[in-house]
C-alpha cells in the first residue's frame, strides 16, 4: 500500500509541449508539496497545499499550475517545457503545515525535456 | 544561500565503522530533520529534532543539535552496506519569507564498502 504514489515514474517530451504529473496520498494528511531535485540533488520547494488551499508559491515560472481536487491529490501542470524543467519531481506530504511535521514523500517523476 | 548545508559531500567507509555527517545552518528554525535518500528513489524520513531538544537516538541513529552553534550532526554507527545512500538535513525555519517551508541542504552521499 503505497503512501504518496506518482505517476508516471518516466516523463520524456519535446520542447514546448505540455505535460501533467499526478500525485496521491492515502495517509489522510492535509498538505502536500511539490519538489524540484535538479541534476546536483538539490531539492527545492516548489508548490504547498493545504486542504485544496495554495499556501506556499515560491519563485517558480508561471507555466507550473498546481491543482488540488481535493485534499488527497495535488497535480501538476507544465505548459510549454524548456530544456531546464528537466529534473525529477518529488510529491510529498505532511499531517501539518509547513516544516514542523515529518514529510512522506513519493518516488519521483523523472521527467526529461529533448 | 542555501540554509541547510551538509558536510562531507561524500563520505566512504567500510562495513562496520560509524558515519558522522554535519549540517550548518543560517537562520533560526522550529525544528531539523535528517532524510535518507537511495539511489533513484524518493526520500525517507529519518528522524526529526526540535529545537528545544539537543539529542535523539532511534536504532542505530544518533542526531545531535547545537542551536548555538546551528550545526546538526548524524551518526551511523555499525553501518551496512544498505546504508549506501544520499543524507539530507532540512530545516524549518521560524520566520521571514520561508516560514513554513522544509529547506534541504545539498547532501552528503554515504557509501559503504562491505
Known amino acids: 500500500d503505497t503512501a504518496v504514489s506518482q505517476t508516471p515514474k518516466y516523463l520524456v517530451t519535446q520542447m514546448g509541449n505540455d505535460k501533467s504529473i499526478k500525485c496521491e496520498q492515502n495517509?489522510?494528511?492535509?498538505?502536500m508539496y511539490w519538489y524540484k531535485q535538479d541534476s546536483k540533488k538539490f531539492l527545492k520547494i516548489m508548490f504547498s497545499?493545504?486542504?485544496?488551499?495554495?499556501?506556499i508559491n515560491e519563485t517558480v515560472p508561471n507555466r507550473f499550475s498546481p491543482k488540488s481536487p481535493d485534499k488527497a491529490h495535488l497535480n501538476l501542470h507544465i505548459n510549454s517545457l524548456e530544456l531546464g524543467d528537466s529534473a525529477v519531481y518529488f510529491c510529498?506530504?505532511?499531517?501539518?503545515?509547513?516544516?514542523?511535521?515529518?514529510?512522506?514523500f513519493g518516488p519521483g517523476t523523472r521527467l526529461l525535456v529533448l | 544561500s542555501q540554509q541547510g548545508e551538509e558536510d562531507p559531500q561524500a563520505l566512504s567507509i567500510q562495513e562496520g565503522e560509524n558515519a558522522t555527517m554535519n549540517c550548518s545552518y543560517k537562520?533560526?528554525?522550529?525544528?531539523l530533520q535528517w532524510y535518507r535518500q537511495n539511489s533513484g528513489r524518493g526520500l525517507v524520513h529519518l528522524i526529526l529534532i526540535r529545537s528545544n531538544e539537543r539529542e535523539k537516538h532511534s536504532g542505530r541513529l544518533r542526531v545531535t543539535l547545537d542551536t548555538s552553534k546551528k550545526s546538526s550532526s548524524l551518526l551511523i554507527t555499525a553501518s551496512r552496506a544498505a546504508d549506501t545512500a544520499s543524507y539530507f538535513c532540512?530545516?524549518?525555519?521560524?520566520?521571514?519569507?520561508?516560514?513554513?517551508?522544509?529547506?534541504f541542504g545539498k547532501g552528503t552521499k554515504l557509501s559503504v564498502k562491505p
Open positions: 510529498a506530504s505532511s499531517q501539518g503545515r509547513g516544516g514542523r511535521e515529518t514529510q512522506y
Open positions: 537562520t533560526s528554525i522550529n525544528n
Open positions: 532540512a530545516t524549518a525555519v521560524n520566520y521571514g519569507g520561508s516560514q513554513g517551508n522544509l529547506i
Open positions: 497545499y493545504n486542504n485544496k488551499e495554495l499556501i
Open positions: 495517509l489522510g494528511h492535509d498538505t
